[in-house]
């Protein structure tokens, strides 16, 4: 038992646990393990208390590394489907959520290479750690200090790569342009022409001014917009009136009747007649063979009916 605990404290944080340090402890009941590590000393308390965090943290960033790079070359062979589809896919087969897919890819193409062909240097990294610093709104400076601190020797726990990020932020006046909405080109316009704060009202400051002009613009704009539906709406409705009264609509056709008098609305005689007339005419110039008014009903005679 002793020699299980030596073994344990004396273990090569880049090895972690061996193999044959796993069967050991496997083969090792319970009550032995507590008995043995009952009489851990304090310094052989914090000595596995680092040698157990470099075990598991080890595994577990080259962990998220090799999934990131296995999402990667996926994505790479299936350029015919989309992102979306991509990651159904991935996530179908893996049971890795979208988010932690993408985390993970970020994380192999920000950090992967150097930290997978370097395995001390990954051991250094805490899994959460590399993901925030591979995020897509993280400064790449940011990266490049955490590994030069890592190479360093120090550990990049959350907390240390939640202050390089922070130190690397970009102030909160200066907004990236990408990420930036668009306005609309007549509000860019007003944007560039130089205001005098004398003139603005109660005398405001230019920024405030600004702030007012735009509201304005895109008020006028929605009110510009919406008197235009409006029309547009109305001139569909003259058109539809000037065609008379709609008496059928289905999904293939609209049949409208309109009166000799544009006075009057027609009756319903009128309509009976002017669909008689229409049939009329419709049997002179094509081989119709009927028009069916009401659904025909399944004679056993077999007789064909005609309305």
Same mark, same amino acid.
């Given at each position: 038992?002793?020699?299980?605990?030596?073994?344990? @404290?004396?273990?090569?944080?880049?090895?972690?646990?061996?193999?044959?340090?796993?069967?050991?402890?496997?083969?090792?009941?319970?009550?032995? #393990?507590?008995?043995? *590590?009952?009489?851990?000393?304090?310094? &052989?308390? &914090?000595?596995?208390?680092?040698?157990?965090?470099?075990?598991?943290?080890?595994?577990?960033?080259?962990?998220?590394?090799?999934?990131?790079?296995?999402? =990667?070359?996926?994505?790479?062979?299936?350029?015919?489907?989309?992102?979306?589809?991509?990651?159904?896919?991935?996530?179908?087969?893996?049971?890795?959520?979208?988010? &932690?897919?993408?985390? @993970?890819? %970020?994380?192999?193409?920000?950090?992967?290479?150097?930290?997978?062909?370097?395995?001390?240097?990954?051991?250094?990294?805490?899994?959460?750690?590399?993901?925030? #610093?591979?995020?897509?709104?993280?400064?790449?400076?940011?990266?490049?200090?955490?590994?030069?601190?890592?190479?360093?020797?120090?550990?990049?726990?959350?907390?240390?790569?939640?202050a390089i990020i922070a130190?690397?932020?970009?102030?909160?006046?200066?907004? %990236?342009?990408?990420?930036?909405?668009?306005?609309?080109?007549?509000?860019?316009?007003?944007?560039?022409?130089?205001?005098?704060?004398?003139?603005?009202?109660?005398?405001?400051?230019?920024?405030?001014?600004?702030?007012?002009? $735009?509201?304005?613009l895109d008020a006028e704009?929605?009110?510009?917009?919406?008197?235009?539906r409006n029309e547009l709406?109305?001139?569909?409705?003259?058109?539809?009136?000037? #065609?008379?009264?709609?008496?059928?609509?289905?999904?293939?056709?609209?049949? *409208?009747?309109?009166?000799?008098?544009?006075?009057?609305?027609?009756?319903?005689?009128?309509?009976?007649?002017?669909?008689?007339?229409?049939?009329?005419? #419709?049997?002179?110039? =094509?081989?119709?063979?009927?028009?069916?008014?009401?659904?025909?009903?399944?004679?056993?005679?077999? $007789? %064909?009916?005609?309305?």
């Amino acid at each position: 038992m002793g020699n299980l605990l030596t073994q344990i @404290c004396q273990m090569n944080a880049m090895d972690g646990l061996s193999d044959d340090l796993v069967l050991a402890i496997c083969q090792t009941d319970e009550e032995a #393990l507590i008995r043995c *590590f009952s009489e851990v000393q304090p310094d &052989q308390q &914090q000595l596995i208390a680092i040698r157990m965090s470099d075990c598991i943290r080890q595994r577990k960033s080259q962990s998220i590394l090799i999934v990131g790079l296995a999402i =990667h070359l996926f994505t790479l062979a299936t350029p015919e489907a989309s992102r979306r589809k991509q990651i159904e896919v991935m996530e179908e087969e893996t049971g890795v959520k979208r988010t &932690q897919q993408i985390r @993970c890819r %970020n994380a192999f193409l920000r950090l992967g290479r150097p930290l997978l062909t370097d395995p001390k240097l990954a051991s250094l990294f805490v899994p959460e750690a590399t993901k925030r #610093l591979c995020e897509p709104g993280t400064q790449e400076t940011a990266t490049y200090e955490a590994l030069k601190r890592a190479r360093a020797g120090e550990i990049i726990t959350i907390r240390v790569a939640d202050a390089i990020i922070a130190a690397h932020a970009p102030p909160p006046n200066v907004v %990236n342009n990408s990420n930036r909405p668009r306005r609309p080109a007549v509000v860019n316009a007003i944007e560039s022409v130089p205001v005098d704060v004398s003139a603005t009202e109660g005398g405001k400051d230019d920024a405030t001014y600004r702030r007012t002009r $735009e509201d304005e613009l895109d008020a006028e704009t929605m009110k510009g917009v919406s008197q235009r539906r409006n029309e547009l709406q109305e001139k569909k409705s003259s058109q539809g009136q000037g #065609l008379g009264q709609l008496v059928h609509q289905d999904n293939a056709v609209q049949v *409208f009747v309109r009166s000799v008098n544009p006075k009057n609305d027609p009756t319903t005689e009128e309509i009976m007649y002017a669909i008689q007339q229409a049939y009329k005419k #419709l049997c002179s110039g =094509h081989p119709v063979q009927a028009i069916v008014l009401e659904p025909l009903e399944t004679y056993q005679s077999g $007789e %064909n009916f005609h309305v």
